[in-house]
């Protein structure tokens, strides 16, 4: 079993639909990346939390680390947020993220 | 200009041949990484060097061996390749060492051995 997890593997919606992505986590963690990899493959960095929310635009994170969960929602979803969405975390004590599985989206029009 | 490069962004090649990923970033940070994605699309960490020294180095081969000539770059250089290389690998950089700090990655190399 993955040390970060996410659900759903895979997600549909209509544009404007709240979309909803959790990650949750079985080791101890100060801090939470949450990525974006485009259908071309690029990937790129969203948000970065420790605790609270962040907000950026239409996406919003969510954290609560004594739960071990993270969310990101999408408001207003549209097409162009079609792309895989990927949590990852640094375990205490070490340099290196571990990926969760990551959420493919897709937001038809 | 683009601020984490890598080349090629495509390698097709023989199992057994020897072939080199290079990546190079013009952000000015001292850390980079090397990821391997998998067919499953799931990322890992292979290695991370911080001023052209050695911090990560995950349960990678021996086959697998990075050089960094300097903080901007840092290559991968893979010899006899496997069927099993097959994947994209990504390099990625960030200021300082901390593994809180956002991550620039690069394209990305899609490495297919036949």
């Known amino acids: 079993k993955n040390e970060v997890e996410q659900s759903p593997q895979n997600l549909t919606a209509q544009e404007g639909e709240f979309i909803t992505i959790n990650c949750s986590y079985s080791?101890?963690?100060?801090?939470l990346h949450w990525l974006q990899q485009h259908p071309g493959g690029g990937i790129v960095s969203l948000f970065m939390l420790s605790s609270g929310k962040k907000k950026h635009g239409r996406l919003i994170a969510t954290i609560n680390i004594q739960e071990k969960h993270s969310s990101l929602h999408i408001t207003a979803s549209h097409p162009r947020d079609s792309a895989v969405y990927i949590c990852?975390?640094?375990?205490?004590?070490?340099?290196?993220?571990?990926f969760g599985t990551g959420t493919r989206l897709q937001v038809f029009p | 200009d683009t601020a984490v490069s890598q080349t090629p962004k495509y390698l097709v090649t023989q199992m057994g041949n020897d072939k080199s990923i290079k990546c190079e970033q013009n952000?000015?940070?001292?850390?980079m990484y090397w990821y391997k994605q998998d067919s499953k699309k799931f990322l890992k960490i292979m290695f991370s060097?911080?001023?052209?020294?050695?911090?990560i180095n995950e349960t990678v081969p021996n086959r697998f061996s990075p050089k960094s000539p300097d903080k901007a770059h840092l290559n991968l250089h893979i010899n006899s390749l496997e069927l099993g290389d097959s994947a994209v690998y990504f390099c990625a950089s960030s200021q300082g060492l901390e593994i809180y700090n956002e991550q620039f990655f690069g394209p990305g190399t899609r490495l297919t051995v036949l």
């Open positions: 080791v101890g963690i100060s801090a």
């Open positions: 060097y911080n001023n052209k020294e050695l911090i």
């Open positions: 952000l000015g940070h001292d850390t």
């Open positions: 990852a975390a640094p375990p205490f004590n070490t340099d290196k993220l571990i």
